[in-house]
């Protein structure tokens, strides 16, 4: 059982350039989240999903795209990186949105920076 | 949204108790408290959570004052592992984000 892993670990872009951010779990949660966390301070909601095929936005998710075409999968996307974006990225995932059952599990996080 | 108030430090000597204070004067009545941890360059971990009542599990225990204002998370014995920033979050019975703040860094001293 491996919970929650994100893919790369690391990663330097130059400003403009695109990627994608890959979270998988295997735990069968419905809920998975993007994250991130700069320097000195505590994390920030991106976006969310409540489930296969639905998104929704939080709190910073402007430059950002997601998708989650599979239950399991969560992808964050940078069409045009931005210095700004520099941070690292965190992906969680909970059973559901309830407070008493949600405890959110997270990966190891993925490290980017945009030159 | 709610939002909750920490110290930015918090110094420890090992296996010593600690009591990390949590406000949250604006604390509705269906608010619950979660706190979580992050070890460092890790992604944060579920420490413990309650509504009312003090709580307690095999990492700690958490006490919340009679008006819910504020909480304190206790750890019985500090080791060099619970150095971590900890995170005091009030989660709302409706919508779907945590908010962490900046939490308290915890340094345990050998």
């Known amino acids: 059982n491996a919970g929650v892993t994100q893919t790369p670990k690391f990663r330097v872009l130059k400003t403009g350039q695109s990627m994608t951010l890959l979270c998988a779990q295997d735990?069968?949660?419905?809920?998975m989240y993007w994250y991130r966390q700069d320097p000195g301070m505590g994390l920030r909601l991106i976006h969310y999903?409540?489930?296969?095929?639905?998104?929704a936005k939080g709190e910073v998710p402007d430059g950002y795209n997601v998708s989650r075409l599979k239950k399991q999968n969560f992808l964050l996307g940078l069409e045009s990186a931005a210095p700004s974006q520099t941070s690292v990225y965190f992906c969680?995932?909970?059973?559901?949105?309830?407070?008493?059952?949600?405890?959110?599990?997270f990966g190891p996080g993925t490290r980017l920076t945009v030159l | 949204d709610a939002k909750t108030t920490q110290p930015n430090s918090m110094e420890s000597n090992e296996e010593e108790p600690v009591h990390l204070p949590c406000n949250h004067s604006?604390?509705?009545?269906?608010?619950?408290i979660h706190w979580y941890r992050q070890l460092p360059s890790q992604g944060p971990e579920y420490v413990i959570h309650?509504?009312?009542s003090n709580v307690n599990n095999r990492m700690a225990s958490l006490a919340i004052a009679e008006d819910r204002k504020s909480s304190t998370l206790i750890l019985h014995r500090a080791t060099l592992r619970d150095a971590a920033v900890y995170y005091c979050?009030?989660?709302?019975?409706?919508?779907?984000?945590?908010?962490f703040g900046t939490g308290t860094s915890l340094t345990v001293i050998p």
């Open positions: 969680a995932s909970s059973w559901d949105r309830g407070p008493i059952t949600d405890t959110q599990y």
């Open positions: 979050i009030l989660r709302r019975n409706t919508g779907n984000q945590f908010y």
């Open positions: 999903s409540v489930g296969e095929g639905t998104t």
């Open positions: 309650g509504l009312t």
């Open positions: 735990m069968n949660h419905e809920y």
């Open positions: 604006t604390i509705s009545g269906t608010d619950y």
